[in-house]
DNA sequence: GTGGTCTAGACCACC
DNA sequence: GTGGTCTAGACCACA
């Protein structure tokens, strides 16, 4: 199974399905136009209700990640061209300000911040744009 | 005032609030020891109410961020050293991982990225360990 | 091919080839009393099922757009007078209104929806009544 | 009550929720900041459950419609200015040429279908862009 | 009090 | 078989 969820974690149990399913289809494990499990599926795996995965696949293709439509099973879709770019990179900077704040109050210096961003980033990207 | 929340954040307003005093401390805009506004004075100027600024506040006193005791105003605590320096580390990178995967679907190169997080971190990062 | 679907598109697959068809019918490209491609042909021009085709197929012919008997090719059906006009009118209007909303919340303002409307219509109605 | 919904409607109940309270904020009916109906309140006052009109408010949040968060009551966001233009455009188009496709086989002639639109458009976008 | 999430189970539409 | 909608009722988080 590609996917789990924590039960400790936070974040709404649907949430931690997107975001495994971008970070699948971002670092290559899930390719443009390959199968998704379906929502039964999924749910029995991940021991959730169906609505929840149903939740996260709807999100999911809210967002332009998969295409889903009834009677059909849900696919990774192909990439789409970004809207606005200005007001993309101000959101990410924003949640990176927002990290880089806490790390600071948690002792991290600049250094040590910006090495752990490069180990984040190399070799997580495969299905990113270069 | 040094303050302020945003309708149009879907964030909770206390979190809104417990991220800008992260902020204004990391940045050297507060200084260990310096007094916070009142509760009542900052949800007056903030135009929330009580509870969220007091939630807020308890938040901060969580994280050890700010000295806070009844009838005495809130003060920027000293900062204290790290607990599990692994732990943290990992934490960080994950949410970074995070918004890397979101920046990538979101059509923004691994140089735009990079250069974004340099951009985030410069001149944000006054008050940090160096 | 005369016909296509979109993957992207959210309408169902059926939906998508009964409109095509409609235009077709109305820009002339299709006359009264011509053959339409048969039903295998189609789903295998098109890479969808058989049974979506003849879905699309039975809707066509529920409407009075085309005939279609056991044993014999489809056929574009004569034009047959409208029942209830005022009916039709009202059924019209409502659904312009609904996109006009939409028109309106995404910033187009009215004149602009004026042209919009205007640049739709022409060109696109040969085989319609004057 | 503002809003009602219809049984016999083949467009799902939440999804005529949604184009209602487009429709209202587009005419003027609703103002921007004006607040809506409670989730709880709304679903009783029409018959539904409450989930049902909580996806609609969450459909009217993720297009920008209103500001919808935990604990505050739901509100008319603020005109929030158009992403791509011409992707908005050619959308709309297409919704047109269906209707208009529609209209052409139900009879109605290219004048009558130009007063329909006129009639559509006049008097219902108080709220709109001029 | 508000909205938000999760579960459960029924039924429908599409392919 | 697939996803999509609706109902029902519990419990949580925010203000």
């Given at each position: 199974?590609?996917?789990?969820?924590?039960?400790?974690?936070?974040?709404?149990?649907?949430?931690?399905?997107?975001?495994?399913v971008?970070?699948?289809?971002?670092?290559?494990?899930?390719?443009?136009?390959?199968?998704?499990?379906?929502?039964?599926?999924?749910?029995?795996?991940?021991?959730?209700?169906?609505?929840?995965?149903?939740?996260?696949?709807?999100?999911?293709?809210?967002?332009?990640?998969?295409?889903?439509?009834?009677?059909?099973?849900?696919?990774?879709?192909?990439?789409?061209?970004?809207?606005?770019?200005?007001?993309?990179?101000r959101?990410?900077?924003?949640?990176?300000?927002?990290?880089?704040?806490?790390?600071?109050?948690?002792?991290?210096?600049?250094?040590?911040?910006?090495?752990?961003?490069?180990?984040?980033?190399?070799?997580?990207?495969?299905?990113?744009?270069?």
């Amino acid at each position: 199974m590609l996917f789990s969820v924590d039960e400790k974690d936070p974040r709404p149990l649907y949430e931690q399905i997107v975001m495994q399913v971008k970070a699948a289809v971002v670092d290559g494990r899930l390719s443009v136009g390959e199968i998704l499990p379906g929502v039964r599926e999924l749910a029995d795996g991940l021991g959730v209700n169906l609505h929840t995965v149903h939740k996260a696949y709807q999100r999911l293709r809210d967002s332009g990640i998969i295409d889903l439509r009834i009677g059909r099973r849900a696919r990774v879709a192909a990439r789409t061209p970004p809207a606005g770019k200005r007001e993309v990179d101000r959101t990410i900077m924003r949640r990176i300000e927002e990290i880089a704040a806490d790390a600071a109050l948690l002792g991290v210096s600049r250094q040590e911040f910006s090495r752990i961003v490069e180990r984040a980033v190399a070799g997580k990207l495969k299905g990113a744009p270069s």
